[in-house]
């Protein structure tokens, strides 16, 4: 029979029983420092919220109003969750304009992302012509599953987040 007995030095244990003390003392000078509002460094959100960066890339928003289905943007894409489908406008129809003024010969007829595949790369937006492709300041879109994160841009209630990005004023951190 073999007993496993481990040995530490005088020096080892004071060495260690200072280590312990001296760890715990440093650890809880910082919890109250900040106890003691040394630096706030939590938010009250969603009451409160940081301010987020004006070139920030959040939820895509295609403004469909004013997409001239080119596919430049579904082009750039590198990783293709863009899915774009127009056809030929009846030649009697008279041609609309975006507010740019760039005529929309083409009907849109799907304009969808799946932005669970998106990596916000910003390259969509960068080379659409009349700027409706944009990364809005909307990051509040956490869904239970990624089909739900492909979003059709033609649907009513999604045209109507053009309000809801632009409508929202939050009360940002002082
Ligand atoms: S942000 Fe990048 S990955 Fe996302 S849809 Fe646009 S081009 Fe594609
Ligand atoms: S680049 Fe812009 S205008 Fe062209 S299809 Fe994409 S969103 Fe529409």
Known sequence: MS?????????????SLWQGVSSTAIGMWITFKYVWNYKTVT????????VIPDNA???LFNDVDNC???NMCA???PVDC???????RDPKEEVPK??????????LTQYV??????????????????????HSNDYEFGQYTLGEMKYDYLADDVRQWKQRIVGKEPVYRK
Do not use: H
């Open 82 to 88: 863009i899915y774009i489908s127009s056809e030929k």
């Open 98 to 107: 975006t507010d740019d003024g760039t005529p929309m010969r083409q009907v």
């Open 68 to 70: 001239i289905s080119c």
């Open 57 to 59: 890339r959040m939820r």
């Open 113 to 134: 992302i799946d932005t669970a595949l998106c990596c916000y790369c910003g390259l969509c937006t960068t080379v659409c012509p009349t700027e409706c492709l944009t």
């Open 43 to 50: 938010i009250e959100y969603p009451e409160v919220r940081e």
């Open 3 to 15: 007993t496993n007995v481990e040995t530490v030095s005088v020096w080892e244990y004071f060495r």
């Open 75 to 77: 082009i750039a894409c």
